[in-house]
């Protein structure tokens, strides 16, 4: 079974800190993915990679920047974490395409932003 | 823009039931994928169902099969005989093609009555 483990399950940051979501795939996995998930929004893609060194944005990549240096690992950074950056994040790898393969996901990182 | 609505913010079901989710979405396209997933209380999202829009038959998973109406934009899941462990949200997600982005519903909490 692939398993995609994300380092936190609940985070609480300072407003203006630097935040880092470390999340690992075992599956050998081309595609990573980063949503957010919010009440009523469902999921919303923040940054997706296909490969190593390689970062596509989604539909809110503002105020996010994404990290793939190694196959498994594709880390989310907050620069200058806000408020509004308080939520459920998701972290999530396929083999092929969004449609073609399942999505396997993590168990979430739920951040506070204070 | 292609969207993906999900009217019913929560269901509920006695347990042994059956229930239909609703599913409705917009898209100028003929060719397109269509998906539900399930997230339970842990968190793990899991693919429940994935429909093909050329493909005229409705898939089926053991308990889970879905409505696909092309022409009304309608993709509903319906879950027979309800168990406790199918209490999870649901949400319906669409792409256009196979390596595009997933479109996601604001999902569907799923409460089973024992």
């Known amino acids: 079974d692939v398993k995609v483990t994300q380092s936190s399950r609940y985070l609480v940051k300072r407003t203006g800190e630097k935040v880092f979501l470390e999340c690992v795939q075992d599956?050998?996995?081309?595609?990573m993915f980063w949503y957010r998930q919010d009440p009523g929004l469902g999921l919303r893609l923040i940054y997706f990679?296909?490969?190593?060194?390689?970062?596509e944005k989604g539909d809110i990549p503002e105020g996010y920047s994404v990290s793939r240096e190694k196959k498994e690992r594709f880390s989310l950074i907050l620069e200058s974490a806000s408020t509004n950056q308080t939520s459920m994040y998701l972290c999530?790898?396929?083999?092929?395409?969004?449609?073609?393969?399942?999505?396997?996901f993590g168990n979430g990182t739920r951040l506070t932003v204070t | 823009a292609q969207t993906v609505t999900q009217s019913q913010p929560e269901m509920s079901v006695q347990e042994a039931e059956t229930v239909t989710l609703s599913c409705t979405y917009d898209?100028?396209?003929?060719?397109?994928?269509l998906f539900w997933y399930k997230q339970p209380p842990s968190r793990q999202m899991i693919l429940v169902i994935r429909q093909e829009a050329y493909k005229q038959q409705n898939a089926t998973e053991n308990r889970f099969s879905v409505n696909f109406q092309k022409a009304a934009k309608s993709f509903s899941l319906k879950i027979s005989d309800s168990q406790l462990g199918d209490a999870a949200m649901y949400f319906c997600?669409?792409?256009?093609?196979?390596?595009?982005?997933?479109?996601w519903g604001a999902g569907t909490k799923l409460i089973i009555k024992p």
């Open positions: 599956m050998d996995h081309e595609n």
């Open positions: 990679s296909y490969d190593v060194k390689m970062k």
């Open positions: 898209t100028s396209e003929s060719d397109y994928y």
């Open positions: 997600a669409y792409s256009k093609d196979s390596n595009y982005q997933l479109i």
């Open positions: 999530a790898s396929s083999l092929y395409g969004q449609a073609n393969s399942p999505l396997h």
